[in-house]
């Protein structure tokens, strides 16, 4: 998720477990410890594009880290603010918790994210949540603020954060619930026009769990469409993308090329063009939502190979941007409520 929601989840979870006892100071630990997980990124400069994909939700977003971490900083936390009370083992609850949290709402975001380093570098996710929901930091921010604006003491200031962290947490299954109705529409609608596929990703649009993308992995072609809850109609239109990944065969085995087909997790589109070899990840999407005929891939990696282009040795990863103008936005809008 977006630092902001993650700001907001620790923010939250400190006032609801310590607030009471320490104040503001809870929730300021609990936005603190919610955030660390993400300065992997601090790493960055000093790795090469494999190692930062690799690196980037990986063993700070792992169990291992979690279970790890809690006691250390609950114990560096207590010894700032001994004077206050409260005990190394309710500090570590509060790392546990914040952490915790990061992880699970990561979890949902088709990034991916390796809760099971060091053991597995499986990146798992649910594909049910896209990277930025309103709906579902909207209450935890509410909740925040309306909670650190009461008496240390009120029951308004109890309430409020833990029923923000309710509302997003149910959220969160309201997303897998209507997950599993749009995987049914697209598994229903492609065998009905094509027959068997190999794979079916469904994955949430910009800023919504009511409009989806779905990805069919079948004969080294992916087919794409898009779903609105507001469709009357269920029998989607595919567009056939052909994965080309005879252009990526003899540098299977390179280092940089094994993390990307990783992290695609298969779903891919290679294609050569006058300034070199490119890998777009197709589950980040294109620039149109799909809407038009052609446009530009959120997710492309340039490979770069050695002096006698036999081997891949790093790949350059574009920054992903999505179309803002107001004809693309429109044309989303109105997708968006059902129209094709």
Avoid at 276 to 289: A, E, I, K, T, V
């Amino acid at each position: 998720m977006d630092s902001v929601t993650h700001i907001a989840m620790g923010a939250v979870i400190g006032e609801a477990q310590l607030g009471r006892k320490v104040g503001y100071k809870a929730a300021l630990w609990g936005t603190a410890l919610c955030t660390l997980p993400d300065l992997d990124v601090l790493l960055n400069p000093f790795l090469d594009s494999a190692r930062e994909l690799r690196v980037h939700r990986g063993f700070t977003h792992s169990f291992f880290f979690l279970f790890l971490a809690s006691p250390l900083l609950g114990w560096a936390i207590d010894k700032i603010h001994n004077h206050d009370e409260v005990g190394w083992k309710s500090w570590s609850l509060l790392a546990f918790w914040s952490i915790l949290s990061h992880i699970i709402i990561d979890i949902p975001t088709s990034y991916g994210t390796q809760i099971f380093e060091p053991f597995s570098s499986m990146n798992v996710t649910t594909d049910s949540l896209f990277i930025i929901d309103p709906f579902f930091t909207t209450p935890l921010i509410a909740g925040i603020i309306v909670a650190l604006t009461q008496h240390p003491q009120s029951r308004i200031r109890y309430w409020a954060s833990r029923l923000a962290i309710l509302s997003s947490f149910l959220y969160l299954f309201l997303g897998l619930g209507i997950k599993a109705h749009v995987h049914n529409v697209f598994d229903q609608s492609f065998t009905h026009q094509y027959g068997n596929y190999e794979r079916l990703k469904t994955i949430p649009g910009p800023f919504t769990t009511l409009m989806w993308m779905g990805y069919v992995d079948r004969n080294d072609s992916i087919y794409v469409s898009t779903y609105s809850l507001f469709d009357e109609d269920h029998n989607l239109e595919f567009q056939g993308i052909s994965k080309n990944s005879n252009l990526i065969e003899p540098y299977k085995t390179d280092p940089p090329v094994e993390v990307l087909l990783w992290f695609s997790m298969g779903y891919y589109k290679m294609e050569s063009r006058d300034d070199g070899l490119y890998l777009y990840d197709l589950r980040f999407g294109r620039s149109d939502f799909w809407l038009r005929d052609d446009a530009s891939y959120i997710w492309s990696n340039r490979m770069i190979f050695n002096e006698d282009s036999t081997e891949v040795v790093d790949f350059d990863r574009a920054i992903p941007i999505f179309d803002a103008t107001v004809d693309n936005q429109e044309q989303i809008w109105q997708r968006f409520w059902g129209e094709r």
